[in-house]
């Protein structure tokens, strides 16, 4: 008996493989220490370089006679055994041909695993540059690809469906066998399904700009090479790098909207609608000349998917009557709703969604009525230009540097109507700014701190969820020209008549009654306190 020997407990059906001999005693894998005598060795079973190429042609399935997993492992090949091109082909004609469940596919996968400690596929060989792994530049990369799209349609399937009708094992044998092709050729030819991975995974990446140029041609060609086939990937990537240009194509408006229309008639997406809607609103293909039925009715479609843009081009269009009767009523109304929906995802910190457009466009609508009210116009003013900060600090929309300078305007235009100037201290007979840290039935921990001259700071802060998330809010302070996302808040309490002893709370709610604050938990009173004014700083 020897170290690796695969064995059997006498009198059991137990078996198991020797990691260790000491004197008369076998220190098992799993069970543990045996005394010889107790164990017999399993001689492995032999098998040729042809057996494991029809083990993994799928042509036998000898592991099926093995009961015991472990023995799977149990053999001996008097040589090594790669699998190429050629066998993967096979494999692959298999599972169409003899109508393969995914209950045996997976089954194939663990046999195999165990026979080949997986090393049946060249994972040596896989490239370490991420565009050339997209590439399948090596055999590598090839069998990895091969896999991984077998996987992805076989991962979530009933044991009983059949692998062929979940995976397009046609469109994956006649991939490899171009790659068979390629062998003997000086040009590589590329399979559609290679150019629609590679300029995925570039737009995905968001890496046109870095890449090589030699990269960027191959871009363009295989781009426009789907286009010819009107291949659904090719005419996006097409369609969005004539939308305003990127690094390889000039902006083209006229082709882009072509390109979309085509797009939306073949597969009726609501963001294809949402792009034409743009087009025709801003007359991009019609020498600035804006086509108002049919934004409106591209809108309306995006709209209706519940697409956000959509939504606020299509209120616009209600507020200024274009396309549309005018109905101002509606569009504030579409505006609010729309601005309460965002405040929350932008709180939650989503910085890419469209708040900052929103909040633009209430400021605007309190700038331009017959009795403007500028205080409330600068305080979404305010809001929207924290988040396009924010959202150019992260992405790098179409137009958003026309968003922005539409914002800073207003807001320039606002100061000069109102006179601000910014203060270092903001007075309040009650602490009204902490009203919203109670969104959302939040917890809230109140500490207290006695200072000097009859004061006392308080430190709102809302206490974290289960997963360990804490709200943010997002507060506006006219008077210091700014806003500020935050879990907290700290208030000064001025001239302090009434307060506990206690440094620290936990509430859920509040009621303000002139100077007082009554602090709750649920139903139970905890804290009470009375002061002259309550006092935030600018700092």
Not at 4 to 22: A, G, H, P
Not at 293 to 322: K, P, T
Not at 415 to 421: A, T, W
């Amino acid at each position: 008996m020897q170290v690796d020997d695969y064995v059997k407990i006498n009198n059991t059906s137990f078996y198991d493989r020797v990691i260790k001999l000491e004197n008369d005693y076998a220190w098992l894998e799993y069970a543990g220490k045996f005394a010889l005598s107790k164990l017999t060795v399993i001689p492995p079973k032999k098998v040729t370089k042809n057996d494991l190429r029809n083990y993994f042609r799928m042509n036998k399935f000898y592991f099926k006679e093995v009961k015991d997993e472990l023995l799977k492992e149990n053999f001996i090949c008097s040589d090594t055994f790669l699998p190429s091109k050629e066998d993967l082909i096979a494999l692959l004609i298999n599972l169409k041909i003899k109508n393969v469940l995914v209950v045996d596919y997976f089954s194939w996968v663990r046999d195999i695993n165990f026979t080949f400690k997986d090393n049946y596929l060249p994972y040596q060989d896989i490239s370490d540059n991420e565009l050339d792994k997209v590439l399948l530049m090596t055999d590598g990369d090839l069998f990895a690809y091969v896999f991984s799209r077998i996987h992805d349609g076989v991962d979530d399937a009933e044991d009983m469906e059949f692998v062929s009708d979940l995976v397009d094992l046609n469109e994956l044998i006649s991939l490899i066998s171009l790659h068979i092709k390629n062998e003997n050729s000086s040009v590589r030819e590329y399979a559609d399904c290679e150019k629609e991975i590679y300029l995925s995974y570039i737009d995905d990446q968001d890496i046109l700009a870095e890449i090589t140029p030699q990269q960027q041609e191959l871009y363009k060609q295989f781009a426009l090479d789907l286009v010819q086939k009107e291949n659904k990937i090719g005419l996006e990537t097409c369609a969005y790098a004539y939308y305003g240009g990127n690094a390889v194509f000039e902006c083209d408006w006229l082709k882009a909207r072509d390109l979309l229309e085509k797009l939306y008639h073949k597969y009726g997406l609501a963001a294809y609608a949402n792009s034409l809607g743009y087009i025709y609103y801003y007359g991009r293909a019609n020498n600035g000349i804006a086509q108002d039925d049919l934004a409106f009715r591209y809108f309306s479609i995006g709209a209706a998917a519940g697409i956000y843009e959509s939504v606020y081009h299509q209120a616009d269009m209600f507020y200024y009557g274009r396309g549309v009767t005018e109905n101002k009523v509606q569009a504030i109304s579409t505006y609010f709703n729309l601005y309460e929906e965002n405040k929350k995802i932008f709180s939650d910190e989503f910085f890419d969604c469209k708040f900052a457009d929103i909040a633009l466009r209430l400021g605007t609508v309190f700038m331009s009525k017959n009795d403007p009210n500028y205080e409330i116009a600068y305080f979404y003013l305010l809001q929207a230009e924290f988040a396009i900060k924010k959202r150019r600090e992260i992405a790098n929309f179409y137009g958003d540097d026309r968003v922005e300078e539409k914002i800073i305007q207003a807001i320039t235009n606002c100061r000069k109507k109102l006179g601000l100037k910014s203060q270092m201290k903001l007075v309040q007979p009650t602490p009204i700014y902490i009203r919203d840290l109670f969104d959302n039935n939040n917890r809230i921990r109140l500490r207290l701190r006695q200072l000097k001259n009859n004061r006392l700071k308080m430190e709102f802060e809302t206490i974290a969820d289960s997963d360990g998330k804490a709200d943010k809010h997002l507060f506006t302070f006219v008077p210091f020209n700014k806003c500020l996302l935050s879990d907290k808040i700290v208030i000064y309490a001025e001239n302090v008549n009434i307060c506990s002893d206690k440094t620290e709370y936990v509430i859920t709610n509040y009621i303000c009654d002139e100077n007082t604050v009554r602090f709750f938990f649920f139903e139970t009173l905890v804290l009470e306190i009375e002061a002259a004014d309550y006092v935030i700083y600018n700092r």
